[in-house]
């Protein structure tokens, strides 16, 4: 998506990036994979900045490892140090799969990776030899959500020529490809695939593995994600639903694209699907949804005709503009990292503000990761946090957004922002509103 | 049990049980998950919080985007530094070359921005398709009549030491600014006692603090490298007689340049604990041989003292007999830390650091007590275990290592760049006394499994 109403002035450099690099969103799928462990091909400080980031959001261990290029490797090539990296992570973490995404040094240096994997399992292969996934993810060429599809793709194909049979119970089987959402939302999507009462896979899965419980020991890859068996069975499913845009080509049977479930419109549509691919109806689920619409019969006056501006991954906008104007709020100025930053939308804002378009009036919260604060504060509006990152809130990996429990977590999170921050505007409060 | 790679064994030490001598200053091992950076990240540290410059990350988004805001370093007046900019490389560029972008991209923020000077960065892949970076600074400068210095940053091109070193050297061709007045800035020109301070980076205001320290002995600053500092400070750094440099060796090397170049004297220091705050002071007051100066020292240091040492026993008392594993970036703080917990009564049991010497790790060994573990670029892994078998009950680190004690349900306090606590002189080593209590004496540990299981008597 680009910026829906865009800037006069458009800008050689990126400033305050709403997107992140590719290598991320890779690293986020390995992670959400039973017993696998993400290894960067490239230099030491993508790896631990990408830990860093993660580990401000999630607030638990991320050990990604690294083939820590040197000044020759960038000569030499990175073979050596791809073994060598391989044997140390093998030896000390014991993984049933090591995830290997690439950098920009190593593809623009054109390291043949696959190639080396192939050398490598040749060389080394025991009979405990952990699987690979090996995905491409130069920056220079997409954001961390290209970066996040080309490794579920990688997994998939990966393990499309195991020789499993189909068995009765991979009957009506579903792939649920979860896009880049919480760990909350992971959770949600199990919660949702189980009131159906079918088998599925969901991939990836960090709902445990980046949001775990207090340790007895140290785990060195944490416990949780998605099985590899589990994986192998996805080609057997007969639908795979998707969130990730069209842009997002799975190896896979009869994919269904759908918008992310937030809002009833999206929600309806997701859960239509499971209804028409299952035959089956959740009591719960629509008890859930009849509790949303009344919750916003409840709370629309303090929505109804308000301005958002709204940020993130392309999916996550595409599915918050929707379930935005559908309480009646104005989407302003909908952003994702793909093609715009913040001093773009900011710029935006101000220069609509002056020439009197739609932006005449300053729109009245901003929704998205906490990156907004500075926008926020610019504009003097309050920011409703939800997304990723969240670096300066506790518990932002466990917002929960999707489905119909997660649109009622997001209306009541907007309205009480709202409320707040007139509350906090007037000279003396109300308590009540 | 974990077996350790094998090619770091000697980089990971036991006093009184291992005698080898400590491997380390080399790169990381491929395939041990370093808490290290890059040559990027070093150079950032040092430049970041040059407030009226303009930071440009030449490369792909990543670095630029991973480093936007992360450190606590503020300044008076101009935010420049807090926003972020890179050039954004697409594929394109890539095969073509990311001059042009670079060219347009300064020219386009310089002149909506009016910076006083820029920086650029370059990164990993700056490095690999050999942009001419020297040569479009050098256009722009011109043009827009501002420095514009090129910081050699690309990242495997070294460690976070090398980046240290890089971004001395962009500061000193600001230091040594053909454009400076030679007039209001020459050599030494200021009346002594005039020193700067270098690798003191204003996290949570800790500059101005030290500052004042200095002004209530009679000695006055130039400039601090780099914090609060601003562009037209910095040309009159030469100006001062004496360079205290803070902070392992981050800016050592601008001392060293300066040393050769302008004659002026160095001297080490440490920001933190009470010993190597007062230390700081008294040594400015020895070099600069006044007896009314080494007065004020001792009557600032005994107040400063006298106020602070009463405080610190409520602390004291309740974490007498705890123990600390320290991991940090420079060895240098460890030394200071180690001495500062044994203020709040704790010993340190286990101690690393990413870009440790030979000659620090021996101090390390020498200072430390028998059993202590000491670490050189040490992994997620090994300290785990080692603050489990230690028995620590608190771990003092960054944000990558703070997981680590969490998940063992043991105490953090974070003492690196990105900290939003001033933990640096003498009310600094108060708020340090509260943080780790805070932390350590936390009733929320009991819940641990871990803590129940390693440890014989329950924590608190
Ligand atoms: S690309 Fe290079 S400079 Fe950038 S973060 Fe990675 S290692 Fe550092
Ligand atoms: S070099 Fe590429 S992969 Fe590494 S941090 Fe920068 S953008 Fe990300």
New interface residues.
């Given amino acids: 998506m680009k910026v829906l109403t865009r800037p006069k002035t458009s ?7 709403c ?3 590719s ?2 969103g890779a690293c986020f799928v390995m992670r959400g994979i039973e017993n696998c462990i993400p ?1 960067i091909h ?12 993660g ?2 959001h999630f ?13 020759t ?2 000569i030499f090539g990175g073979r050596d ?2 073994f ?6 093998i ?3 014991q993984p049933d799969a090591i995830g290997i995404t690439s ?3 190593s593809e ?2 054109g390291e043949d990776v696959e190639l080396y994997l192939r050398e490598y399992a040749k060389l080394r292969r025991t009979s405990l030899s952990p699987l690979f996934f090996y995905a491409s993810t ?4 997409g ?1 961390h959500i290209d970066g996040f599809n080309e490794a579920v793709c990688a997994v998939i194909k990966a393990t499309a020529n195991n020789e499993n049979q189909k068995t009765n119970e991979d009957k009506q089987r579903i792939n649920l490809i979860s896009p880049f959402v919480s760990c909350e939302d992971v959770r949600e999507f199990h919660r949702i695939l189980q009131a159906f009462d079918v088998p599925y896979t969901l991939l990836p899965d960090y709902s445990e593995t980046l949001d ?1 419980v ?7 890859i944490p416990n949780g994600g998605t099985t590899l068996a589990d994986i192998a069975k996805m080609k057997y499913a007969d639908t795979t639903i998707t969130f990730n845009g069209d842009s997002a080509n799975f190896p896979l049977n009869n994919v269904v694209h759908l918008p992310l479930p937030i809002g009833v419109d999206n929600t309806d549509k997701f859960f239509d699907t499971l209804k028409n691919i299952t035959n089956r109806e959740s009591a719960t689920m629509s008890y859930e949804r009849g509790r949303l619409i009344d919750a916003y019969f409840d709370g629309h006056k303090y929505v109804s005709g308000k301005r958002a501006v709204v940020y993130g991954d392309k999916m996550f906008v595409a599915a918050l503009k929707s379930f935005l104007e559908e309480i009646g709020i104005n989407v302003v100025l909908a952003a994702d990292g793909a093609e715009t930053d913040f ?1 773009t939308m900011l710029e935006t804002i101000r220069s609509s503000r002056c020439s009197k378009t739609e932006l005449a009036d300053k729109p009245d919260f901003i929704i998205g990761n906490s ?1 907004g604060l ?1 926008l926020s504060r610019a504009l003097g509006i309050p920011l409703v946090r939800c997304g990723f990152p969240i670096h300066d809130r506790i518990g932002g990996h466990r917002i929960l957004h999707i489905g119909y429990r997660g649109t009622l977590n997001l209306f009541e999170r907007i309205c009480n922002t709202l409320i707040e921050y007139k509350q906090n505007q007037e000279p003396f409060g109300w308590t009540y509103v | 049990m974990l077996a350790f790679i094998p090619e770091r064994q000697h980089q990971i030490l036991e006093k009184g049980r291992d005698t080898y001598e400590m491997e380390c200053a080399k790169p990381s091992t491929a395939g041990s998950v370093s808490q290290r950076s890059c040559v990027f990240c070093g150079s950032r540290v040092v430049l970041y919080p040059i407030a009226d410059a303009l930071h440009l990350v030449h490369g792909p988004i990543g670095c630029a985007a991973y480093t936007w805001d992360i450190r606590g370093s503020m300044s008076q007046g101009a935010q420049l530094h807090r926003l972020s900019f890179s050039t954004d490389l697409q594929e394109n560029e890539v095969i073509h070359g990311g001059e042009k972008k670079l060219y347009k991209a300064l020219t386009e923020l310089i002149k909506q921005y009016q910076p006083n000077a820029a920086f650029v960065y370059c990164t990993c892949i700056v490095g690999l398709i050999g942009d001419d970076v020297e040569a479009v600074c050098k256009r722009v400068e011109k043009e827009q009549k501002i420095r514009v210095i090129p910081v050699h940053s690309e990242g495997f091109k070294g460690t976070k030491k090398d980046g240290y070193r890089a971004a001395c050297e962009a500061l000193f061709e600001l230091v040594d600014s053909p454009q400076a007045d030679y007039l209001t800035s020459a050599i030494h020109s200021s009346p002594p006692p005039t020193i700067n301070i270098l690798g003191e980076f204003n996290l949570a205001g800790e500059t101005l603090m030290i500052k004042d320290y200095y002004r209530r002995m009679g000695v006055k600053v130039a400039v601090c490298f780099t914090g609060d500092c601003k562009i037209a400070d910095i040309e009159k750094a030469r100006t001062a007689s004496l360079n205290v440099v803070q902070c392992s060796g981050s800016m050592t090397s601008l001392a060293k340049i300066m040393q050769e170049k302008f004659g002026t004297p160095f001297k080490r220091v440490s920001y933190f604990g009470i010993e190597d705050m007062s230390k700081a002071l008294y040594d400015v007051a020895e070099h600069f041989k006044s007896k009314e100066m080494l007065q004020r020292t001792q009557n600032l240091v005994k107040k400063e003292v006298s106020v602070l040492l009463p405080k610190l026993t409520r602390y004291r008392r309740d974490l007498e007999g705890r123990k600390a594993a320290i991991y940090v970036g420079g060895p240098f703080k460890a030394f200071s830390l180690i001495k500062a917990l044994r203020h709040l009564g704790m010993e340190t049991v286990v101690v690393g650091s990413q870009t440790g010497t030979k000659e620090d790790y021996e101090l390390l060994k020498e200072i430390t007590q028998e059993g202590t573990i000491l670490c050189d670029d040490s992994n997620p892994l090994e300290l785990s275990r080692f603050v489990l078998e230690k028995g620590a009950d608190l771990l003092i680190g960054g944000v990558k290592e703070r997981p680590i004690a969490y998940k063992m349900g043991i105490g953090f306090c974070d003492h690196n760049h990105e900290r939003k606590i001033a933990l640096a002189g003498f009310e600094g080593m108060l708020n340090f006394a509260k943080e780790v209590h805070c932390t350590v004496m936390s009733p929320v540990w009991k819940f641990s499994p871990a803590r129940r299981q390693y440890f014989a008597e329950p924590p608190i």
């Fill in positions: 800008f050689i450099s990126t400033r305050n990036a997107k992140l690099c290598p991320l290894l490239g230099s030491q400080g993508c790896a631990t900045y990408i830990r860093r980031y580990i401000s607030r638990e261990p991320l050990d990604i490892a690294s083939s820590n290029f040197v000044e490797t960038a140090n791809l060598k990296a391989l044997d140390n992570v030896q000390q973490y950098t920009c040094l623009t240096m130069p920056s220079y060429r954001t775990g207090a340790w007895q020991d140290y785990q060195k001093e990156k500075y």
